[in-house]
Every structure is written in C-alpha cells, then in structure tokens.
C-alpha cells in the first residue's frame, strides 16, 4: 500500500436510522436507533479494493451509501482527495458523483427495463454532462466493448439480457462517467458462481486499465479473497478487523474473522480447522450487546480469572446470560420429568461444571430461569462472572497482521486464547460497564 494522501478516508462514519415504532412509542418519545454503522474508519488509496465482509445487516451497504452521501450520516466525515464530502452543497455532490459511482447487487431491478442499453448508458452520460470528442454513440459502444458486451446489442432492452451481461451493462454505466472510486455493493451476489469469476475478472482488469478504486461489498469471504487489497471484517455496525488479505488470514486473529473463514463452503487452503458454528443469531442493531457485540457469539469469549472454567463450558454460561436477558428460554417446554437436565441440554451446559463454586452459581442461575425469574438469573450471572467482552468496548489496535478489535489481543487483558486472565491494571479491572447506548 502507498504511503500517499488516500483517495477515500472515512473517518469515524456513524449511521443512526430511526426504527419503525409504533405510535405509542412515538409519542413517549420511546423511538429507538438503528445503529447500522457505528464509529467505522478506514483508507482506500488510488487504484486499490477494500473488501468489506460481514453478515446480512451489519451495515455494508449503509456504508456504501453514506460514503456517497445517497444517506447522510448521522457523524463522521469522509474525506474524497482531501476534501470533506459530508459537508458539501447538492450541486457539488452532483458534480462529485461523476467521480464516484455504484454497481448495485441485482441488476434486473437497477435497471430501467423501459429504456433500451443505449439509453440507459447515454443517461449517464447526459447527466453528468459529458460529450468530448468522441460522439456519444461511439462512447457507448467503446464502454459495451469494455465491458465485454457486443456493441451491435445497444438497442436491445434490459430482459433480452442474462444476468451476467446485466451487470455488465451496470458496469459500463458506471464506468460512463470515468469515475475514480465505485462502490460494488454485491456485484456478484445474485450470479451463478461460474459467472461471478468473469465478473470479478472484469472488474480486475477495469482497474489494471483504469486505476478505479473500489470498495467491494460482500458477505463472502471468498469473494474478496483475491482482489483485495485490503479486507475491512465488519461485525454489528463496527470493523472487527482489517488488514491485507495475507494478515487476515494467516492466521486469522479475530474469533469472528475464524468463524466466516471456517465457514466458506469449498475447501479452502487458508482453513484448514472445522466449521465453527456461531451461536444464535446476529443481535439487534437497535440494542447491541454492550462491550465487544460479538461476546454474546464469540466462542473465545474471556473467562473471568477466578473461576476455573474450560472454554466450552464458560460459552455455555454466556450463552445462558445472554438467553437469560433476552427471556429467550420456552422454560414451559420443561416442565416434565427432569427440568433442569433438560435445560442444560438445551444449552450445551455439561451436567457439572469442573468449579463447584461456578457450578453452585450456575444451579442458582436456573432456577430462576426455570421460575422464569430471567432478570434474577441475568443478574446473579453478570454479577458473579466478569468478563471485559461485556463490559469494555474493544477498539482497533495494530497487531503484526493488521488491526483486531478484540480483547484477546490487547495487551492490557494479557489473555491469550483459552487464557482468561486480565491484569489488576488493565481497563478491565474495575472498569464501568460501557454498553453501546
Ligand atoms: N432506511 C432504514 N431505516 C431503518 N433501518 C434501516 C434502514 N436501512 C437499513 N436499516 C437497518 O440497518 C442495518 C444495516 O443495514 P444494511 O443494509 O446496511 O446492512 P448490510 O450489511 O448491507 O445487509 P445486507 O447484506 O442484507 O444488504 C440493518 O439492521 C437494517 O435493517
């Protein structure tokens, strides 16, 4: 990576949306936010692609769209050569768009079927103005060309293409404009997987050609595997972790980064471990967990330093504190014979824990939930067992390979996988509870 000025510095993006309440809600002023993106930064230098990788609903495509300001953000700023976009006029923004474009994920609905390829091309280009030398019928031919399309199909209609060749057309519209920076948001999602080799391909060699910078868009990462440069791991609204392809993966640090790597479906020579399965779902941007988001799901969730738990068992535990607050738990379907073994099981809890004062703690804990005394439950467990992923946000922190937002590789937690132990000094001793709101 250069060292220069980047093209695009986004520096600190937080998109806020309002949730759907209802009127009641309104009126008690009780309407809630939507933290779809959540503190985030990062650089893309001239001619290079940022891979951003997450879950459905993790905040991709908002970022896509508040760096072009198509949302405005509720904070932040994004620097585009220098100059701070988010504080520009609308006409300026006009004239900024010919510099910035979007390739949408599905191309069937992005583009007009009324309008033949030759219109929808040339709208681009009457939009922005752009004529030159070159007629405007030989521009459009030279973008379908580009673009590996037939030139002679220009006055054909969007449904007489496949989907392949739609998103070709999105390209070329894109391209239209001789933009320095596009935002593929999910360019190949919606394609056979042998058509999106061809696209990515295309998409390689436009910025060979061109010197375009990209901000890929994907929830695969096997997507952006080869053609970023670097990889942003996003994560409820917030970057996990970012570094070049080879930092990410060898080894992957971040125990979400693990889980998305185990999880790409064709042997991969850069995971070579088992399939981790994530717990649960992804939690609600509208009230994320506090400290570290992903500590409800994190298998390598820190242990507290003064209870002898294995790994698995101190997951299981979370797993139940989390259930417990979400009143996640259909105790009702644990009424006969033996409840509590029941429920253990339902919740992977071994049926003793190796601490017996944990195990005394944990038995307590269930039977509140087995009254369906959740908050009493949540409470006895959060008090007892502390963990810094719950209680302290983690923030980007340089490593040997890259930037991690994860506790188990700060320093000041001194906790190596599978060792739980904090430092009497470090933030997570005596620290507040720091929850997102
Ligand atoms: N206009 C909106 N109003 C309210 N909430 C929204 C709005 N747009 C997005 N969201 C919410 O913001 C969060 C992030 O959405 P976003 O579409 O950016 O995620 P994503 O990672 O791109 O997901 P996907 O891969 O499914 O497109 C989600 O919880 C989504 O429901």
């Given at each position: ?318 797993s139940l504190?989390h259930r417990a607050?979400e009143?996640d738990i ?108």
């Amino acid at each position: 990576m250069s060292g220069s000025e980047p093209l695009l510095r986004v520096e600190g993006l937080e998109k806020y949306y309002e949730s759907e309440s209802d009127f009641i809600d309104r009126l008690l002023g009780r309407q809630k936010k939507v933290k779809a993106v959540d503190d985030v930064s990062f650089e893309i230098h001239e001619g290079e692609t940022l891979g951003l990788v997450g879950e459905s609903g993790c905040g991709k495509s908002t970022i896509g769209r508040s760096i072009l300001q198509l949302r405005k953000p509720t904070a932040g700023s994004v620097y585009f050569k220098g100059q701070d976009i988010t504080t520009l006029s609308d006409s300026d923004l006009r004239d900024l768009r010919k510099e910035m474009q979007i390739i949408f994920q599905n191309p069937q609905s992005s583009l007009n079927p009324r309008l033949t390829v030759n219109d929808i091309i040339g709208e681009a280009l009457d939009i922005h103005g752009i004529e030159g030398d070159v007629s405007r019928d030989a521009r459009i031919k030279d973008l379908l060309e580009r673009v590996g399309l037939n030139a002679s199909h220009a006055n054909r209609y969007p449904h007489e293409f496949s989907g392949g060749q739609l998103q070709r057309i999105g390209i070329a519209r894109a391209l239209a404009v001789d933009p320095e920076f596009i935002v593929c948001d999910e360019p190949v999602s919606a394609l056979d997987v042998s058509v999106q080799a061809q696209i990515l391909n295309l998409l390689e060699d436009l910025q060979d050609e061109l010197g375009i910078a990209y901000l890929f868009i994907a929830h695969d990462l096997s997507v952006v595997e080869h053609i970023a440069d670097q990889i942003a791991v996003m994560y409820l609204g917030k970057i996990a972790e970012i570094g070049t392809p080879e930092e990410l993966f060898a080894p992957p640090q971040h125990p979400y980064t693990e889980a998305l790597l185990s999880a790409i479906p064709e042997p991969d020579p850069l995971w070579d471990g088992d399939r981790i399965l994530l717990e649960g779902s992804v939690p609600s941007p509208i009230d994320p967990p506090s400290g570290c988001k992903f500590h409800t799901r994190c298998p390598r969730v820190i242990p507290p330093s003064d209870y002898e738990f294995e790994q698995e068992e101190w997951r299981a535990v979370m797993s139940l504190r989390h259930r417990a607050r979400e009143e996640d738990i259909a105790v009702e379907t644990f009424d006969d014979g033996a409840p509590m073994e029941a429920l253990r099981e339902e919740l992977d809890l071994p049926s003793t824990l190796s601490d017996p004062e944990a195990e005394r703690v944990v038995q307590e804990a269930l039977r509140s939930v087995a009254d369906e005394e959740f908050g009493d439950a949540e409470s006895l467990l959060s008090e007892t067992f502390d963990t810094p992923c719950s209680t302290d946000k983690p923030v980007l922190r340089e490593t040997d390979a890259g930037r991690v937002a994860c506790h188990l590789f700060d320093p000041a937690y001194e906790a190596g996988p599978n060792d739980g132990t904090t430092t009497g000094d470090g933030p997570a001793a005596g620290s507040a509870a720091s929850g997102d709101d």
